[in-house]
């Protein structure tokens, strides 16, 4: 393996993996691999032994549901699909939990759909919920919410989804465990002279044509969904890494070597969200903040309430906002954790006073510094 892979990968300090079904079901009998996960659960303990924080995107849940509701092989009805993952997801839960139980690792399930990741609120949310939760020690596994989406409204794949919540997290390396150990120029099943490509620093439009189209038995994407889900990762400063998962303790096997692409991130994680926050979103109000207030934002700290002195503007709970110091110089832009109703309820109140003012427990800050961007330096 080309060190740059190792590099990465030991260097990441927030790792998405995404597992896919044909990897965690036996295409034989429907049933779990409970080894082959109990294996997995080995590697993210040595992964947050060293520090780390880890998030999975599990596929299974479906695979898992159709065998237990007795559904035939072949392509699902949606309503087939749904009841399959209302099904399956609770024997999915229940079999990640067993695989880090035993390490004294606590999982939480996280349910998405697309809309949580298009609408600013729920994008704040989610990633509000999922960074309190790896920073607390426990391993969220993500799904897309099956149960309710449409085929109009849905991520599609979990690729996807992996990459979505690695930009929703600032992640810096995304895995893509799969049947695949990466990109060929070729198909390698039908072509034997079909080389490997280890390192792929731009998406170009060669590398989109060499993608294949067609998935395994019981995944719904292929090495198409794979290039679309790097250029989001990319894009957004994390490193994605396609690998070879069917063998047990992948994640090991990649550290010692094992073959597997890499696909370069364009910028840093940091890099990559300040940009867009600076130059995407149109600001929707203003906060006025104290000399204390904004000597903590210099110094890389959150926007407590009691910093603020004045709320300007009428906006909602994700919009965008500047924030100016008392000479009226906007400082910084922010994603505001509050609407303009509650947040000037709380301007001036300590933290714990939140919730008394407002009748529920809030944010500890209205502007957190992983959705602000400084337009002043010190």
Not at 59 to 71: D, N, P, T, V
Not at 121 to 141: D, E, M, W
Not at 267 to 291: Q, S, V
Not at 317 to 327: E, F, K, M, P, Y
Request: charged share 20%; aromatic share 4%; with cysteine.
């Amino acid at each position: 393996m080309n060190n740059l892979h190792l590099d990465n990968l030991k260097n990441a300090k927030k790792i998405v993996i995404k597992i896919g079904s044909s990897l965690l079901i036996d295409t034989a009998d429907g049933q779990l691999r409970q080894a082959w996960l109990d294996a997995l659960g080995q590697d993210v303990t040595a992964l947050i032994a060293q520090g780390k924080q880890v998030i999975i995107v599990s596929s299974g849940a479906i695979a898992l549901g159709r065998a237990k509701a007795g559904f035939v092989k072949g392509k699902l009805k949606l309503e087939q699909s749904q009841a399959a993952a209302a099904i399956g997801q609770i024997a999915l839960a229940k079999a990640y939990e067993n695989a880090f139980i035993q390490h004294n690792i606590q999982v939480a399930q996280v349910l998405l759909s697309l809309e949580d990741s298009e609408n600013r609120k729920r994008y704040i949310n989610a990633t509000n919920t999922l960074n309190t939760l790896t920073s607390l020690g426990f391993v969220p596994i993500i799904n897309e919410n099956d149960t309710i989406a449409t085929t109009e409204i849905r991520f599609g794949d979990n690729d996807r989804l992996a990459a979505r919540v690695a930009s929703m997290v600032s992640a810096d390396m995304l895995i893509l465990l799969s049947d695949v150990d990466g990109l060929y120029n070729a198909n390698p099943q039908t072509d034997k002279d079909a080389e490997h490509i280890p390192v792929i620093k731009n998406i170009t439009t060669e590398i989109q044509k060499v993608a294949g189209s067609r998935g395994s038995d019981y995944g719904t994407g292929g090495m198409v969904t794979k290039i679309l889900a790097a250029q989001i990762a990319t894009e957004s400063g994390c490193n994605m890494l396609i690998a070879d998962g069917r063998a047990n303790n992948p994640i090991n096997a990649i550290l010692n070597g094992s073959k597997s692409s890499i696909f370069l991130a364009q910028n840093t994680p940091t890099a990559a969200r300040k940009k867009w926050l600076n130059a995407t979103l149109e600001p929707k109000g203003t906060l006025t903040i104290d000399k204390g207030a904004e000597n903590a934002l210099l110094n890389g700290k959150s926007l407590l309430s009691a910093g603020v002195t004045k709320v300007t503007g009428n906006f909602d709970n994700g919009d965008t906002l500047d924030i100016q110091n008392l000479s009226g110089m906007v400082i910084a832009h922010g994603l505001t954790n509050y609407d303009s109703k509650d947040a000037k309820q709380i301007i001036g109140k300590k933290s714990h006073e939140i919730a008394d003012i407002l009748g529920y427990a809030g944010r500890t800050n209205i502007v957190h510094r992983n959705n602000l961007v400084l337009t002043k330096s010190k």
